[in-house]
């Protein structure tokens, strides 16, 4: 293995292990969008269950006290939705661009390995045509002298 060869199977040994840390990061991300997708959707719920007993109760008939606690529970209710939503865009950007890292690591893995390949390849062929030269300068040595054979 040449020099050369031997940087780039380091350089290709680094660039895989950056690769799965931001595969690593990018999983991890990824469970935080999740979660907060869980945590939207239970508060997105329990709102609409606690309108539909809203609306019943209306039916029934409701006093304006208890009417005003409604409300002022669905407003801090619509900041919570609110919130987590914000926290689920945040979190899908952080996962997005988690993912373009992840990428470039990738190409970047990919690049040097195609570079340590094409190394490889190329010693290859040079200790061919050596090992060619070789013996074609012992075939013209041994047919120049007489009496061997």
């Known amino acids: 293995m040449t020099a050369q060869s031997l940087v780039l199977v380091t350089l290709t040994e680094l660039a895989g292990k950056e690769a799965d840390q931001a595969a690593e990061k990018l999983v991890a991300l990824n469970k935080l969008l999740e979660d907060a997708q869980v945590k939207l959707n239970m508060l997105t719920e329990y709102r609409n269950d606690y ?83 070789l013996m074609d300068e012992h075939a013209m040595r041994s047919s120049r002298q007489p009496g061997r054979g």
């Open 51 to 133: 309108m539909a007993k809203l609306a019943r109760d209306l039916e029934t008939g409701m006093d304006a006290q208890s009417y005003q606690n409604f409300q002022s529970f669905i407003r801090k209710l619509d900041q919570a939705v609110g919130g987590q939503q914000e926290s689920v865009e945040l979190a899908r950007n952080r996962v997005s661009a988690q993912r373009i890292v992840w990428q470039e690591c990738q190409k970047k893995k990919l690049s040097y390995e195609v570079l340590a390949e094409r190394s490889e390849k190329k010693a290859h062929q040079q200790e061919q045509k050596r090992d060619q030269k």
